[in-house]
């Protein structure tokens, strides 16, 4: 894996492209939840190969749906609890942690299939990894930082021109 917290500039990126339709707390927590696979295995188990089936294309995006569903409905009901934590709403909508669960299980197999020999993406139909050596491990790290990058000027630089419309003309966008 480019150690997890690389990945999570693709989501950064995500949220910064549509920032009212991407949950990157969706997209972080699926990341996570696919990777406890690879503790097991590594740490637990000891027994290669340590990245398996939440590390294939289908698997890890049916993981990172279920985990923003999941994240989506806890979100519902802690939103509804209180009138200050609706700020947080647009984050924790359903659908926005369904589809930032889903691009962060989507793009874990691939990222980490770059670097390691034992991901599979395509299994059960076909073996092997075609993404092994795509990139070099250090322009996979640098992508990763790049997006991030990228992806929090997106946020950053939307928050600043919002801050700076008049409140009455201002054409609210979600965050």
């Not at 991407?22 to 696979?37: G, K, P, R």
């Not at 289908?58 to 999941?70: F, H, K, R, S």
């Amino acid at each position: 894996m480019p150690v997890t917290p690389f990945h999570f500039g693709i989501g950064l990126l995500g949220k910064g492209i549509l920032p009212g339709r991407v949950s990157l707390s969706a997209f972080v927590l699926s990341q996570i939840v696919i990777d406890c696979e690879t503790v097991y295995f590594l740490l637990i188990v000891q027994e290669w190969p340590v990245h398996r089936w939440a590390h294939t294309l289908i698997i890890g995006t049916c993981v990172g749906l279920a985990v923003g569903l999941a994240w989506g409905a806890a979100g519902r009901l802690w939103t509804l609890n209180a009138d200050r934590r609706r700020s947080f709403a647009p984050e924790l909508a359903m659908g926005p942690s369904a589809i930032g669960g889903t691009l962060g299980g989507a793009t874990h197999p691939i990222l980490d299939a770059i670097m390691h020999g034992d991901v599979q993406p395509f299994r059960p139909f076909l073996e092997g990894n075609p993404f092994l050596g795509l990139l070099s491990v250090t322009y996979l790290h640098v992508f990763c930082i790049a997006t991030a990058v990228v992806g929090g000027w997106l946020l950053i630089s939307r928050r600043a021109r919002r801050a700076l419309e008049p409140a009455g003309d201002a054409k609210r966008s979600p965050q």
